[in-house]
């Protein structure tokens, strides 16, 4: 393994990659627009208390973003059952459509055909809207994980196969979207998963083993292990780094970004002066863009050097984020 150094975060730009980055303000109970550039807040849109994931629709007109209602996973409250549907281009909040009784809402997925999934960690199902750039209320349809507490989502690109990720049952789930009389298939990778990710061809399933510090590599279709590596601290959040077969996760507890290849085998570790979250990438550049929640900035990572490039000033707690 390489270790890349420290970043320092503490002003700079934001380098050398165009574009608007939105910038879902955690604690900050807001979405933000940023001019790539230059770090510019261009707009900023209030939304409900602690939202948190966010989707963008694949011809980049809408974001989702889910109405959580609470802070952290571990805070007591109803939360909220509202998804906020934000207009890019006009950057506007245009409607939210309500989920009811569906509540704590976390985990949220598009596929392919532009269905999105919403992730109730209350009531540990979910939930689809076939039509989501019109829907304003109800649900298309409603599904049961087979977990508890269940926090985050991802889908094939098809919309076949949810997996689903179960905080207090400590499971993973594979779930079938379109048939609530399915048996969802659960395992147990190790306890606290909370994070996981489709390899590019869909046939392997990565899981961050949280508590366990573990990175786990599953069958998608069966979910039978395939293999797993111990990791440093806490595996916060596990992604596959688009076209090709490494892994990037964001470990909250040594405050690094670590890349793996596909066999699960360190190979690069960056860390931060400030607490990595959630990682986005640039749609066609080796850029990833890591949020630091306690300092309120987004680190741009080039993914070929594994350096920082320069950064941008956020809002309380940046939580999620895509470019446009």
């Known amino acids: 393994m390489q270790q ?7 002003g700079g730009s934001a380098g050398d990659v165009d574009g608007v980055l939105v910038v879902v303000e ?17 707009t900023r849109i209030e939304l409900g208390r602690y939202p948190h994931e966010m989707v963008v629709d694949g011809a980049r007109r809408f974001a989702y973003i889910g109405h959580y209602g609470v802070r952290m996973s571990g805070d007591v409250g109803v939360g909220g059952s509202s998804v906020f549907v934000i207009d890019l281009a006009a950057r506007e909040l245009v409607r939210t459509i309500e989920l009811s009784p ?35 209320a109800a649900a298309s349809a409603a599904v049961h994980t087979g977990g508890i507490k269940t926090h985050m989502v991802v889908t094939n690109r098809a919309g076949s196969a949810a ?19 399915a048996t969802p298939t659960v395992v147990s990778p190790g306890r606290l998963p909370e994070s996981c990710a489709l390899s590019g061809d869909e046939q392997r399933l990565y899981v961050g083993a949280r508590q366990d510090r573990e990175l786990v590599c599953l069958d998608a279709g069966t979910l039978t292990e395939l293999g797993r590596a111990a990791v440093p601290g806490d595996p916060l959040r596990v992604y596959v780094i688009p076209g090709q077969e490494k892994l990037l996760t964001t ?11 596909a066999e699960l085998t ?12 959630g990682i986005s990438f640039h749609p066609t550049a080796p850029t990833a863009f890591v949020t630091l929640l306690d300092v309120d900035t987004v680190a741009i990572l080039d993914l070929d050097t594994f350096s920082v490039t320069g950064t941008i000033a956020t809002g309380s707690e940046p939580d999620v984020t895509a470019l446009i």
Do not use: C, M
């Open 4 to 10: 890349a150094g420290s970043a320092d975060v503490q």
């Open 26 to 42: 955690k604690s900050g109970h807001a979405v933000a627009f940023h001019d790539v550039a230059d770090g510019t807040l261009l």
């Open 102 to 136: 569906f509540n704590r809402l976390h985990g949220i997925a598009l596929d392919e055909q532009g269905r999105l999934y919403v992730l109730s960690e209350e009531k540990a199902v979910l939930v689809r809207l076939d039509d989501p750039s019109s829907a304003e």
């Open 163 to 181: 997996y689903v990720t179960g905080l207090l049952s400590h499971t993973v789930s594979r779930v079938d979207p379109h048939d609530g009389a």
């Open 251 to 261: 470990d909250i507890e040594n405050r690094t970004v670590t890349r793996y290849d």
């Open 266 to 277: 360190e190979e690069r570790s960056v860390s931060f002066e400030g607490t990595p979250a």
